[in-house]
Nanobody
Framework: QVQLVENGGGLVQAGASLRLSCTAS????????VGWFRQAPGKEREFVAAIGWNGRITYYEDSVKGRFAISRDNAKNTVYLQMNSLKPEDTAVYFC???????????????WGQGTQVTVSS
């Protein structure tokens, strides 16, 4: 059974940085795409970023371009989301998701983590 566990969320002030991690178990993800999504209270879940199997292809939602960076370490079965210059509007629960055998960043994902809360105060 594939499980994804996110870590690294927390409460920070505007302008600070956080690094989220998403670690998979039950499957080697070195051939899979991974995405990060977020859901703020009262809003729909939205795409944030995604990365291809070897890390060479990445996608970002416009509002995070230049501030967030997605990366992966296949040896650790882990994907990261480095978030810099955080803003109050980045406050949300952040989820990682796995897309087996490739990456179509806005298509259906096969597995989801439980999420980690990120709160940015002004």
């Amino acid at each position: 059974q594939v499980q994804l566990v996110e870590n690294g969320g927390g409460l920070v002030q505007a302008g600070a940085s956080l690094r989220l991690s998403c670690t998979a178990s039950g499957r080697a993800i070195n051939g899979d795409g991974v995405g990060w999504f977020r859901q703020a209270p009262g809003k729909e879940r939205e795409f944030v970023a995604a990365i291809g199997w070897n890390g060479r292809i990445t996608y970002y939602e416009d509002s995070v371009k230049g501030r967030f960076a997605i990366s992966r370490d296949n040896a650790k079965n882990t994907v990261y989301l480095q978030m810099n210059s955080l803003k109050p509007e980045d406050t949300a629960v952040y989820f990682c998701a796995l897309q087996m055998y490739g990456l179509a960043p806005r298509a259906k994902y096969d597995y989801w983590g439980q999420g980690t809360q990120v709160t940015v105060s002004s």
